[in-house]
T-cell receptor, first 114, second 118 residues
Framework: DTEVTQTPKHLVMGMTNKKSLKCEQH?????MYWYKQKAKKPPELMFV???????INESVPSRFSPECPNSSLLNLHLHALQPEDSALYLC?????????????FGPGTRLTVT | AQTVTQSQPEMSVQEAETVTLSCTYD???????LFWYKQPPSRQMILVIR??????QNATENRFSVNFQKAAKSFSLKISDSQLGDTAMYFC???????????????FGIGTKLQVIP
């Protein structure tokens, strides 16, 4: 099973709302990633969790707050977003034991900030 | 720092024909991985093929094969017998080899949009 799932598929939120994106994998991967992807652009890395600890924050604004409650679950909490934050948010995971492995991506959440 | 260059923003191919997507990269690393990811209009990014730099043999996955030229830092993707389902954005990607495990950041190219024409 090489599946990464993300919910919701679509999300529309106002600039004063608080919402969360959810990502789940059951492949035993111990690294999980959040990416932001604008139309016709490659994914941009936001955060990396390794063994449930935040390892990389690519200078992401504090209105994005990641959380990794356990080895299978990754959340992205959203608060006071701006219209320019509208994008496809992709979650990915990878194995990290003994060597570095490719990342597997979820289908993404299409976020629209109004 | 690594860079990945895809010089073909858009390409088209007739169904059943063969097409080659180009990718070049720049790195000072000796051990690394190269990937081609496919992102269809339904948006899920799917790994198509991977190549480990220390392997001289070109990777193949069914109709997909690569031409890996390490000295030239070139990594092209050949799709044989193109199918309508191959219509997608294709991203070339680079990742350093982590000798002791752990994650590594992936550097993506800007993508090539491939349209398969019936």
């Amino acid at each position: 099973d090489t599946e990464v799932t993300q919910t919701p598929k679509h999300l529309v939120m106002g600039m004063t709302n608080k919402k969360s994106l959810k990502c789940e994998q059951h492949m035993g991967h111990r690294a999980m990633y959040w990416y932001k992807q604008k139309a016709k652009k490659p994914p941009e890395l936001m955060f990396v969790y390794s063994y449930e600890k935040l390892s990389i924050n690519e200078s992401v604004p504090s209105r994005f707050s990641p959380e990794c409650p356990n080895s299978s679950l990754l959340n992205l909490h959203l608060h006071a977003l701006q219209p320019e934050d509208s994008a496809l948010y992709l979650c990915a995971s990878s194995q990290v034991f003994r060597k570095t492995y490719e990342q597997y991506f979820g289908p993404g959440t299409r976020l629209t900030v109004t | 720092a690594q860079t990945v260059t895809q010089s073909q923003p858009e390409m088209s191919v007739q169904e059943a024909e063969t097409v080659t997507l180009s990718c070049t990269y720049d790195t000072s690393e000796n051990n690394y991985y190269l990937f081609w990811y496919k992102q269809p209009p339904s948006r899920q990014m799917i790994l198509v093929i991977r190549q480990e730099a220390y392997k001289q043999q070109n990777a193949t996955e069914n109709r997909f094969s690569v031409n890996f030229q390490k000295a030239a830092k070139s990594f092209s993707l050949k799709i044989s017998d193109s199918q309508l389902g191959d219509t997608a954005m294709y991203f070339c990607a680079f990742m350093k080899h982590g000798l002791n495990g752990g994650y590594q950041k992936v550097t993506f190219g800007i993508g090539t949009k491939l349209q398969v024409i019936p």
